[in-house]
């Protein structure tokens, strides 16, 4: 049984945290909207401590009505789905951003070709 109260606070939080994300400097209007501003909780804070108690509602009664074992391996099945999907995304992201990003000019050459083999005190 899903509690959507619980869903729509979460979905809230992420609609939330993207927009934050996006406003970059949280100078914007988007920006000032992050819940921290407004003296209640942050959206990652509160996206993750509802994640958190859904994860213990729903596993928690697997651990009773069956077994421990049965919990944690409906946890890691849960776990290995997500970064299989993250990794995806990622990927796609990547090679998108390959594919149409284009580098400024003023961007200096050796950070952005060798990334890996610029020293660390350059970076600063």
Do not use: C
Not at 77 to 88: E, G, Q
Request: no cysteine.
């Amino acid at each position: 049984m899903r509690i959507s109260a619980i869903d729509d606070q979460r979905g809230f939080f992420l609609a939330m945290m993207t927009m934050a994300h996006l406003s970059r400097d949280g100078q914007t209007l988007v920006g000032t909207l992050n819940h921290h501003r407004l003296g209640w909780v942050e959206d990652a804070q509160g996206f993750v401590f509802l994640s958190g108690l859904v994860i213990g509602i729903v596993y928690g009664k697997r651990l009773i009505r069956q077994s421990r074992g049965a919990m944690l391996r409906g946890l890691m099945t849960r776990a290995k789905t997500i970064y299989i999907y993250h990794a995806l995304l990622m990927a796609v992201i990547t090679l998108v951003v390959m594919l149409l990003y284009h580098r400024p000019a003023d961007l200096n050459t050796e950070w952005s070709d060798t990334p890996l083999l610029v020293p660390s005190r350059m970076i600063t």
